[in-house]
């Protein structure tokens, strides 16, 4: 089993719709999870960082963790064309310091 | 806004030769970090640095590889003997805490090893 699933897409949908994202994992003592977003040959950039279970909310993007689970989501409200890019969710392994990446979602927000 | 940046945004070499890969990271950041990511695959881990020395190595960061500050605001990621599948796109990042804090990306090296 990989460490990090998340469904490759690609995702297509209309302007304004409500998007969600996923990402499995399998090492339940990850704590920390982020969600990057990343445009074609650029870097990641970060979106949302949680360490606990819940929703976490900012502007139109909201994060969701549930541990017990062991997985995470992004909401996106009111998408619009510039949401069109490879979403990588990430988490920190126990006692490490690098981040374990997702292979990432492809969205494309249709106007 | 502070950010990370790399040089060059594309490098082109041979295969066998050397090539050295330049960020500068957000300037009060004393952990810095490479990351790899081959063209449609997901960004792996290379390697972590702080206060001069590796702190964590991946797999993949083997002996063709090193990472070196040679002053106070570079960072720099050696590949000595370049392979064909070394080519893709190598990001560097930086933050200030290590351990649990986010991390900062730059734009990438794309590296085309011919």
């Known amino acids: 089993q990989k460490e990090v699933e998340q469904d490759p897409g690609p995702l297509s949908v209309p302007e304004g719709a409500i998007v969600s994202l996923n990402c499995t994992y399998s090492n339940s003592a990850f704590q920390y999870f982020m969600w990057y977003r990343q445009y074609s040959r650029k870097g990641p950039e970060l979106l949302m960082y949680t360490y606990s279970s819940g929703n976490k909310e900012d502007g139109r993007f909201t994060a969701q963790v549930d541990k017990s689970s062991k997985y995470i989501s992004l909401f996106i409200r009111d998408s619009q064309p510039s949401d069109s890019a490879t979403y990588l969710c990430?988490?920190?392994?126990?006692?490490?310091?690098?981040?374990?990446f997702g292979p990432g979602t492809r969205l494309s927000v249709l106007p | 806004e502070p950010e990370v940046t790399q040089t060059p945004s594309h490098q082109v070499t041979q295969m066998g030769q050397e090539v050295i890969l330049r960020c500068v990271p957000i300037s009060n950041h004393l952990y810095f970090y490479w990351y790899r990511q081959i063209l449609g695959q997901k960004v792996e881990f290379l390697v972590s640095?702080?206060?001069?020395?590796?702190?964590?190595k991946s797999e993949i960061f083997d002996d063709q590889f090193s990472v070196e500050r040679p002053d106070g605001s570079n960072f720099t990621l050696k590949i000595r003997s370049t392979k064909l599948e070394d080519s893709a796109m190598y990001f560097c990042a930086s933050n200030d805490r290590g351990g649990t804090d986010t991390q900062y990306f730059g734009p990438g090296t794309r590296l085309t090893v011919l």
């Open positions: 990430a988490m920190i392994p126990p006692r490490g310091q690098n981040f374990v």
């Open positions: 640095f702080y206060n001069n020395e590796i702190s964590e």
